[in-house]
């Protein structure tokens, strides 16, 4: 019962396109207010615009569940937050660090967590809907993995950065100091994606049988 109600509350979210929309824009502009640094910001938000011009792009060819159509906005939105203050500096969890004795902001945490939760599920829906492999348990190892490698090559992004721009390096990096920082990013993601699998599986079909397969 509690899952169909989930399911109807998304469902009617992504049947209003223009919420989306509005939800995106609103806090892709607001982000861009007066953000800690301008090239950071746009360092942090372009997969978030990658995202979006590619929904507009296939809305008709391959139109996403609302589940998965929904993720993307909230992974969407923590990069443009993240943008907005460095991911070093996001004043919510600078004040969970106090209550918690942090010793350091772990925002950053949080976005490779959803590296990992989001595109899983991303990965998911194609694998399943253009027939790439039937076997679910050959399925999730290859989402997994993928998700692994994914936030791998991200970390090789986030080093290039740092080596063309210094200025830009600290912000957009946002080790602050710590030294196991680029395989803790690896494992978030990881966790995030079995996470995914585990908790949004059942969901994710039910969403997926009226859908049906790609066009």
Aim: hydrophobic share 55%; glycine share 8%.
């Amino acid at each position: 019962m509690g899952g169909n109600r989930v399911n109807n509350l998304i469902g009617w979210v992504m049947n209003k396109v223009w919420l989306w929309a509005a939800v995106f824009s609103s806090v892709l502009l607001w982000s861009a207010i007066n953000p800690k640094d301008y090239l950071t910001w746009f360092l942090e938000v372009v997969p978030a615009l990658i995202a979006a011009a590619v929904m507009l792009a296939t809305r008709r060819s391959f139109p996403l569940t609302p589940l998965v159509a929904v993720l993307i906005l909230l992974h969407c939105i923590i990069l443009m937050v993240g943008g907005h203050y460095t991911y070093a500096e996001v004043p919510l969890f600078d004040r969970l660090g106090e209550a918690f004795g942090w010793q350091r902001n772990n925002y950053d945490k949080l976005g490779h967590f959803a590296q990992g939760f989001v595109p899983a599920m991303v990965a998911r829906e194609i694998l399943i809907r253009k027939r790439v492999i039937s076997t679910s348990s050959w399925r999730n190892f290859l989402i997994v993995s993928f998700c692994l490698g994914f936030s791998a090559f991200y970390e090789l992004i986030e080093w290039w950065v740092a080596l063309l721009s210094r200025e830009a390096a600290e912000s957009f990096l946002g080790t602050q100091g710590y030294a196991w920082d680029t395989q803790s990013d690896m494992a978030w993601a990881l966790g995030g994606a079995i996470i995914a699998l585990i908790l949004l599986g059942r969901l994710h079909d039910r969403q997926l049988n009226p859908v049906g397969p790609a066009r």
